[in-house]
């Protein structure tokens, strides 16, 4: 009986990609350890990017920055 | 100091049942293990069913595959 | 399909107790949402009193000071 | 390589004060555990009024009643 | 930058089997979101089973019955 | 009454760290937000190395290779 939560940022996951994370993290329960895929929960979360920090910045910010580099010439 | 979070699929609940899990689950921990209701909190997330996955599914479908069910011949 | 979890810290809840709020806990769920009781998760989390925070200080702490306020002349 | 998750309720934290608690915690895990910044994660989850409770009541009712008491006689 | 908690029952998985679990869910959020694994942190909670509940019984119930029916003549 | 969780690794945090800990967050939510310290509540949970994952692998694994490195001539 698992309980999966995924954070991932809101960036446009489709509903057909969160769906083979559920069966992908379902089917690897069960091969790992057996695990009945009838009472395994997945919960995927999507954090806005202003909302999920890293090297205390926010997401947003990093995608910005990595935006004009890509652009620099 | 209890912290109690509760996760649901977003379907509709009401702002009156949600208040009433909140009594509900303070009451209970005062009565079982007598916990001050001043510092207990109830957290409720209330998630998309395209982002909870059972079995390997997402909620989505299998609503969409019980109501088919339920108006077969 | 609810998952619920409940932490308290760790001051000798008995196994009886976790159940009584398990038990307490996926009747509300049924009662005010009709949640299917076969797929409600409780977990129960028992966190050190020296990891739990309020106001800025330890539970460890907390409960010393009103030990010591109990035996206070 | 810690991971914080802030809960707040959605009340009109601005995104440069997010980005503040975002940088503040960061620093504070490296200044007091020598966590390095870059596998530092640090997620915000703003939580509607209406599903966070203490003591038994929603922050909604417990806001509305503060606001009555300010503006009384 | 996923975040990924996995809980189950504390029944034994061995190191071997966390460790699979980890790449299996790392390698799965490259394949369908194409996310950084430098970045993936996934960490496991093993709960104990007396608090762990479904259907309003703990774990620890359930096995044991299905432990005595297994034995049953 | 924000509510924060701290994961970490079980690698020798001592009491006065979390401490520290806590009374840094606390502070910083109310620097931050003006959010009341006798509602803020802050978890710390410590997690063991085989059960965290980066990249794939189990920090465990990651300590390992980090020491033998540093000792190799």
Do not use: C, H, S
Not at 2 to 9: A, C, D, E, L, N
Not at 39 to 63: H, M, P, S
């Amino acid at each position: 009986m698992p309980y999966v939560q995924i954070q991932i940022t809101r960036e446009g996951a489709t509903r057909e990609q969160k769906a083979q994370l559920m069966r992908g993290v379902t089917d690897l329960l069960e091969q790992v350890l057996d695990k009945n895929p009838a009472t395994t929960f997945v919960v995927i979360e999507e954090v806005e990017t202003d909302n999920w920090g890293i090297a205390g910045e926010t997401v947003t910010v990093l995608r910005e920055r990595a935006q004009k580099a890509a652009v620099a010439p």
